[in-house]
């Protein structure tokens, strides 16, 4: 199960950190992965953590967002920096066990398991 936290108001500008713990596994050979949804929009791809090896970033987040895991903690975390109004969504994080190929990372179907959602509002 995945837990997911760290969601709230913030200005443009600002920052929040999402966290993402998980129960009953551990993170050590999952990818995780961070997906959001706005309002009236389908859930869109914004960072990977592969496994193997290799961060994933969609182009909007990248340079602002960083995704780190840490296995002893079994808790994922998303740290927003420079948060813009277009960032307001409800942020998921989803983990996939076993090998996540290249050209899977983006998809959401790719992943087994899905934390619950946090909502991230940011004012302009």
């Known amino acids: 199960q995945l837990q997911a936290s760290g969601g709230g108001l913030v200005q443009a500008g600002g920052s929040l950190r999402l966290s993402c713990a998980a129960s009953g596994r551990t993170f050590a050979t999952y990818s995780l992965g961070w997906f959001r949804q706005a309002p009236g929009k389908e859930r869109e791809f914004v960072s990977t953590?592969?496994?193997?090896?290799?961060?994933y970033y969609a182009g909007s987040v990248k340079g602002r967002f960083t995704i780190s895991k840490f296995d002893a903690e079994n808790t994922a975390y998303l740290q927003m920096n420079s948060l813009k109004p277009e960032d307001t969504a409800v942020y998921y994080c989803?983990?996939?066990?076993?090998?996540?190929?290249?050209?899977?990372?983006?998809?959401?179907?790719?992943?087994?398991?899905w934390g619950q959602g946090t909502l991230v509002t940011v004012s302009s």
């Open positions: 989803a983990a996939r066990d076993g090998r996540l190929i290249t050209s899977e990372v983006e998809r959401a179907g790719a992943y087994d398991y």
């Open positions: 953590l592969r496994s193997t090896d290799g961060t």
